[in-house]
């Protein structure tokens, strides 16, 4: 005869339900152990090598005007924004044949009548402003034409007319 041993287990479902993980809740931000931190300390590294990589010449430099530039058949045209800055600030030259450079000066003028309120804010660029653009193939820098209206500096580069005549080279 058999005995029946009765187990001092629990049911089966019982088990089956302690074992599954417990729900999760969503977190709204990412957490990592010592997360924090190490986001710090890459922000601050990211930030030295930016340092790092400028040169001289362009960690003194103000501010750096923004420039549309546009392609067509005969030449180049270019489009800035130099908002407050007079015909007179501005310098163009041509290094060479290929490379435009943009030089200039600006400043604003603060009121400082009386001592009613302060500054929260300065948010626009001063001081001196440099850009230099490069161009595939030499252009005719007789021809360059720039005007500054409403605070746009347009500029029109036309192309080099390159003489497309052949040469035969003897072979001796």
């Not at 001092?8 to 990412?30: E, F, I």
């Not at 931190?37 to 601050?44: D, E, I, K, N, Y």
């Not at 360059?144 to 580069?157: C, F, P, Q, R, Y």
Request: glycine content about 6%; overall charge neutral.
């Amino acid at each position: 005869m058999l005995k029946l041993v009765q187990s001092r287990l629990p049911p089966r479902s019982y088990l089956a339900y302690k074992t599954l993980p417990k729900p999760r809740t969503m977190s709204l931000m990412h957490r990592r152990p010592g997360g924090g931190f190490l986001s710090f300390m890459r922000a601050l590294d990211d930030f030295d090598n930016s340092l790092a990589t400028r040169s001289l010449d362009s960690q003194f430099t103000a501010h750096s005007p923004r420039f549309d530039i546009r392609e067509t058949k005969d030449g180049y045209h270019l489009d800035g924004e130099l908002p407050g800055v007079e015909k007179k600030d501005i310098d163009i030259e041509f290094p060479d044949q290929t490379t435009l450079n943009i030089k200039g000066h600006t400043e604003k003028s603060t009121s400082t009548e009386g001592d009613e309120g302060s500054w929260w804010c300065m948010e626009r660029s001063t001081g001196d402003f440099r850009r230099s653009f490069s161009f595939p193939a030499p252009v005719d820098q007789d021809h360059v034409e720039a005007t500054l209206k409403n605070g746009v500096l347009s500029i029109d580069v036309p192309k080099a007319q390159v003489a497309a005549t052949g040469k035969r080279i003897d072979v001796k």
